[in-house]
């Protein structure tokens, strides 16, 4: 804010009365009565014609007439700069420079805030890379991948402003790396009741999973160390809003042409061995919809553009907390219609999704909400709760539901996913096997397995059925324990924080509690995660000036 000149101090007014004025006063008349009267000058007349002058209509419609009247701030009016320009052009001298014109009414500006159009870059312009533009890095081929290239960039601007503030709990993640570190020797290990030997795939998988988790908390370091006006908080938030949009958008394409898919950049130019990768395909190959036969016939879940159905599922629930936030509890009328309409296309991919998960995660952050905010909001959340519970109680969407709840065939492949993967990290319960491993059977055999004939054949990796799992098979129940640490410690610090931010944060804090049971955090899940934590650290500093 550009500080505001000094002014002169009005002169010493002298003090009233008789005693106070010496003699030879010109107020004291010559037998002490009042003065006579002194003849006033008159105020120089305005030249004629001056407000038809066209000078003076190009410049203000009352300059002409009031030239000698201030009507800016106090000694503004009279500055010359201001008298030559015109009173309205000396109000906004200290203003900022405004951006071209209309730019203030483009749409994006508009959703990410005012500010938006006139600081694209500078030093946030990772993050927005990230949030914004990830469609472009989906379609790229590195999705998922984005947060792990641009926290270089990241990192750089860290290390232009040393020394460098930590989050709360920081010291946790710290030890996770570590952890996780100790595990890549036990890589080449099997358990007992799984099989595969050391190879490429599962080197590939541990430095993904390493990368990963580092660049997530040069991300966290990077958004806690930008100021307010570098990165204003309210358009952090619109832009997780901005990809929400783009999530409905995927989902929707998952509905509507799930066949859909490419070739991207980054697969034309990795090697095959590389490319070729289960679990790198699933990152670098764009697909619109992952076909399952959850009802017992083939059935698109939507996926675009994340990795895989479960992480849209879980992505979906934590962007629409931010949208709302963004757009609801900081919006206008039209936000708030916009985001109604979003809403409500978004019901069709979350039901398509046949997510259980996130139909549960969607009806806890429901009564987190009616119980944790209070008076009008409440009543006006209860009452759009149950609008649209009917809304939805009366469309073909709930006939699917109820298809979804009475095939839950996929909770016995869980209930044997789950055993194998502990009776496996019992045997390494401090630093885990550095990466997943292949049981052997499945919940019905145990002499199913993938063959050359049958790529298809066989049962998910260990650990892919929740992060609470995956974190036990690959990093040991110590690495579980510090994951959980982190997370539930974030709860506890932000409780009382009951601004809207504040009531988001902890509410996606504790969806990645839940979500560890059921989805796999990595990869894009575990970005929104610690972004959503940043955004928890940020509100806290805050506070605290």
């Known amino acids: 804010m550009t500080a505001r000149p000094h002014e002169p101090a009005d002169p010493p007014r ?4 008789p005693a106070a004025r010496p003699p030879g006063d010109p107020a004291v008349g010559p037998l002490g009565g009042p003065p006579p009267a002194l003849p006033q000058p008159e105020p120089p007349a305005t030249p004629p014609g001056l407000t038809d002058h066209p000078l003076t209509r190009s410049l203000d419609a009352s300059t002409g007439h009031r030239l000698d009247a201030p009507t800016g701030p106090p000694g503004l009016a009279n500055r010359p700069l201001t008298g030559s320009l015109g009173k309205s052009t000396g109000r ?48 790229l081929g590195f999705g998922g991948l984005s947060v792990i290239v641009l926290a270089v960039p990241m990192a750089v601007v860290l290390w232009r402003r040393r020394p460098v503030k930590v989050p709360p709990g920081f010291g946790l993640w710290l030890l996770l790396l570590a952890g996780y570190l100790l595990s890549a020797l036990m890589l080449g290990e099997s358990p007992p009741g799984t099989y595969g030997e050391l190879g490429p795939g599962r080197l590939v998988g541990y430095g993904m999973r390493l990368a990963l988790y580092a660049s997530v908390l040069i991300m966290v370091l990077y958004l806690g160390n930008l100021t307010e006006r ?77 990795e895989w159905a479960n992480a849209w599922g879980s992505n979906v629930s934590v962007l629409l907390v931010w949208a709302v936030v963004g757009w609801w509890a900081h919006g206008g009328a039209r936000q708030r219609a916009f985001l109604a309409v979003l809403a409500a296309l978004a019901a069709v991919p979350v039901v398509y999704s046949l997510n259980r998960g996130l139909w549960i995660g969607l009806g806890l952050a429901a009564v987190y909400l009616v119980v944790r905010v209070g008076g009008r909001a409440r009543i006006v959340l209860c009452a759009v709760a149950a609008g649209a519970a009917v809304a939805f109680a009366l469309s073909p969407l709930a006939g699917l539901v109820a298809q ?95 601004s809207p931010v504040g009531l988001g944060g902890v509410l996606v ?23 959503s934590f940043a955004l928890l650290w940020r509100n806290a500093q805050r506070s605290a000036a």
């Open 230 to 306: 570098e990165l204003p908080q309210l358009r952090l938030v619109r832009m997780l809003g901005a990809l929400f949009v783009t999530t409905v958008a995927g989902g929707l394409l998952g509905v509507l042409a799930p066949g859909f898919t490419f070739t991207s950049p980054v697969e034309l130019l990795l090697p095959d061995w590389l490319g070729g990768n289960a679990f790198v395909q699933n990152l670098i190959h764009p697909t619109a919809a992952q076909t399952q036969k959850v009802l017992g016939y083939a059935m698109p879940r939507p996926e675009a553009p994340f």
């Open 509 to 531: 804090m504790g969806l990645v509690l839940f979500y560890m049971f059921v989805y796999d955090g990595l990869v894009t899940p575990l970005t929104l995660y610690f972004v």
């Open 404 to 498: 979804r709840l009475d095939r839950p065939h996929s909770n016995d492949i869980r209930a044997f996913t789950v055993t194998a993967t502990l009776a496996a990290a019992a045997h390494s319960p401090v630093i885990g096997y550095g990466n997943t491993r292949n049981a052997m059977g499945n919940h019905r055999t145990i002499t199913t397995g993938r063959t050359s004939w049958c790529g298809s054949c066989g049962h998910p990796p260990l650990g892919s059925d929740g992060q609470l799992w995956l974190l036990i098979i690959t990093q040991g129940f110590t690495g579980a324990a510090l994951y959980v640490a982190f997370f539930a410690g974030a709860i506890r610090r932000h409780w009382a924080d009951r």
């Open 14 to 17: 002298r003090a009233s009365g």
């Open 92 to 139: 906004r001298l200290g203003a900022p420079p405004a951006g071209p014109p209309g730019l203030a009414d483009r749409p994006l500006t508009k959703f990410l805030g005012a500010s938006a159009g006139r600081r694209l870059g500078g030093p946030a312009w990772p993050i927005g890379a990230l949030l914004v533009g990830y469609p472009v890095w989906w379609a």
